[in-house]
């Protein structure tokens, strides 16, 4: 098939998907937290408030799109369509599953395989600062310029331990390309512990996944490194002259980076795509086993309703997630389902642990976090890395 | 940070005027503080107030001597029992009442949980402001069940003005044992949800451990008293010193720190919570029978039963509802332990049933003096723990 036509395909269903889960990540980042905290949170809009994401959308497209005269204008503009782009950029090298074959057309499940594919991260990673940095410099705002700063030099501190947790799995899989990462984790020690990159010989990456995802909570911003935008602080941060779509674009490059970051630690230490034990021990029938598990919980609750709408709301989940269960059934489907399935299970886990210390944990002081980051996490990352590579080389032929 | 700090600075740099507040998430209310920056560090902060001046202490001059309790609510609206019990004892004290034991216990018990009420807010703010926001919500779950305690005694949450100059506003609602027993059997679970939460935290530990400090004697020159003080080492409670309202009858502690710093004032106020359980209990089983109002029929309204039968409690229902009652002339100073410290009313009466002047001697205030020396030379973050161990209510620094 045309090389342009079946990108065009792909960079479309990856965009609607990309779209949905962002908008739908804040959903549950709300009702996650409202239930850590005793609440429900939105429950208005739609059964479980789960139009919410829509109507917050047209809420921030109709609201008024404020620029103040005292900003520079050029980069105050420039920085809310930086943070986007570039957030939404890195998604285009992540891998999702395995080659497939979808009607005679064979395919991979990435927008691009490039060689170099965890440079390319790291590298739109690193431009991202800027974003951030502009915002608050162009603002005028003495608030704004205050988290600027902060955001800059957060985001640069945790680079290096970040890139340095990143380093010792490529040390071991001996790779920079993020397919052959993935593959290189594939199989299974004594037939059930899987070989991923947190539990692989010589060297298992349990240190370096804990390394990398402290770096990802800061470079995300999110609590407890949420300090350029500590609201208790500095109000909003860099995105206080913001408003409308502008501000709706901060949101939407922070929760991409969240996206993105947590399916680089799928693909990196969680072995990507593959599950968690072989198909021989029957992992083929895991996700509809809970799909139908779901849809049974779902027609209970709707037959005994704690509320009335409920006996009309719960059914209809319960038949979608019927419907789910069924298609991971069908061996046609089953073959694309699976890895997406997977995927998609870890990296939505390693946001619900985003979303989980939020609800419980303090924010850090400024001083703190950088004396954190150079004089703990950066020291501890370089000895783990070449303690990787001591046991690579000794073991590794 | 702290070594470029050090640093001499080059000849070109400048500080950064910042302007918090008075519309700020972290100042509660509308404190308004001008900060001098050099980088993150505060070079000098000018504490501003005022924007929350309601005149209180002017009113209770063209009010009756009764009619000042709704008032006095509205100054802390965090502790508005604690308010209604220093100017009823300041008034009954310029009359010499004798007030009925039944009272007296009842008026310990709802100053307690008023107490508890008031630590809990704080509790939660100073948590979310330091970034655990989920303790806010916990804090809140169980200030509900005091609201609602509250409402169930006074009709009210949060303006409750139960007490009067004389006694209570209404006798005890039925079934209060079971809301105040089932409350206060729970609540040091809840206490102990709130510390394994922040306690033992690493990062909460860092963000309050040494942080604001201030020597005692600094304090002492500045009349700030309450928790505080107690956390500098002073076990300076008025409840013990000068006991009111028989708290000589309770046996309590008073917790002490000496370290003074934002982690010793949160575990002053975490045991004050323990404590004030204990005070809620022993007054509960102890709760004395009898009457709740004194018996005083010039200052007292008559039950309405003999309102409506005898002629003599007529006139003086009439007497009390159109003039009120009169006091005799001289002046009060009357302290209590307030939540957030020394609460005192000052209150002048030229003989008539009009106060001349009631003054109100506020905690917050004292407290609020404070911040100026501790915030100086620290970081902006440092500012909100500090704000935060102050626990101020803009309305009683104000009034």
Known sequence: MNFFLLSLIKVGLVAAVLMTTLAYLQWVERKVIAHIQLRVGPSRVGPHGLLQPLADVIKLITKEDLIPAHVNKFFYLMAPILAVALALTSISVIPFGPQINVFGVETYMQLTDLNIGVLVLLAISGLSVYGIALAGWASNNKYALLGGLRASAQMISYELPLALAIASPLLLHNSLSLREIVNAQDGYYFGFLARWAIFQMPMPQIFAFILFMIGAFAETNRIPFDLPEAENELVAGFHTEYSSMKFAAFFMAEYANMITICALATILFLGGWHPPFPVELGSGYVPSAIFGMAAAIALFHGLNPARPKDRFTLPVFAIAFFGLAIAFAIPVLNSILLPLFWFASKTGFLLFLFIWVRGTLPRFRYDQLMRFAWAWLFPVSVVHLFATGLLVALYSN | ?399
């Open chain 2, 1 to 399: 940070m702290s070594d470029t700090a050090a640093a001499p600075p080059p000849a070109a740099t400048r500080t950064m005027t910042l302007n918090m507040g008075p519309q700020h998430p972290s100042t509660h209310g509308v404190l308004r503080v001008v900060l001098e920056l050099d980088g993150e560090t505060i070079v000098n902060a000018e504490p501003e107030i005022g924007y929350l001046h309601t005149g209180i202490e002017k009113e209770c001059e063209v009010k009756t001597w009764q009619q000042v309790v709704p008032l006095t609510d509205r100054v802390d609206y965090l502790a508005n029992l604690s308010n209604n019990l220093c100017y009823v004892l300041g008034v009954e004290k310029l009359l010499a009442l004798e007030i009925p034991p039944r009272a007296q216990w009842m008026r310990v018990m709802l100053t307690e949980l008023t107490r508890l009420n008031s630590h809990l807010v704080w509790l939660g703010t100073h948590a979310i402001d330091i970034g655990a926001m989920s303790v806010f919500l916990y804090c809140f779950r169980e200030r509900e069940d005091l609201l609602r305690i509250f409402e169930m005694f006074s009709g009210q949450r949060m303006m409750t003005s139960y007490f009067r100059v004389g006694g209570l506003a209404l006798d005890a609602p039925r079934g209060w044992q079971n809301a105040v027993g089932k409350f206060i059997k729970e609540f040091p679970s809840k206490i102990d949800q709130y510390e394994n939460l922040l306690t033992g935290n690493p990062i909460w530990l860092k963000r309050t451990k040494g942080v604001g400090y201030m020597p005692l004697e600094d304090m002492l020159d500045l009349g700030v008293t309450g928790p505080m003080i107690r956390a500098a080492g002073v076990p300076w409670d008025i409840r013990k010193s000068e006991p009111y309202s028989s708290y000589d009858k309770f046996q309590f502690k008073v917790p002490t720190r000496t370290e003074s710093d934002v982690f010793a004032r949160y575990q002053v106020r975490i045991e004050e919570m323990r404590e004030s359980v204990k005070i809620i209990q022993q007054a509960m089983d102890g709760m004395p029978e009898g009457p709740f109002q004194a018996d005083a029929p010039k200052i007292v309204l008559p039950e309405r039963e003999k309102m409506k039968t005898q002629m003599e409690a007529l006139i003086y229902h009439f007497k009390i509802v159109t003039e009120g009652f009169r006091v005799p002339a001289g002046e009060v100073y009357q302290a209590i332990e307030h939540p957030r410290g020394e609460l005192a009313y000052y209150i002048v009466s030229d003989g008539t049933s009009k106060p001349y002047r009631v003054h109100m001697r506020t905690p917050s205030f004292g407290n609020l003096i404070a911040m100026k020396p501790m915030l100086e030379g620290r970081l902006i973050a440092d500012s909100i723990a500090c704000l935060g161990s102050l626990d101020f209510v803009l309305g009683d620094v104000d009034r």
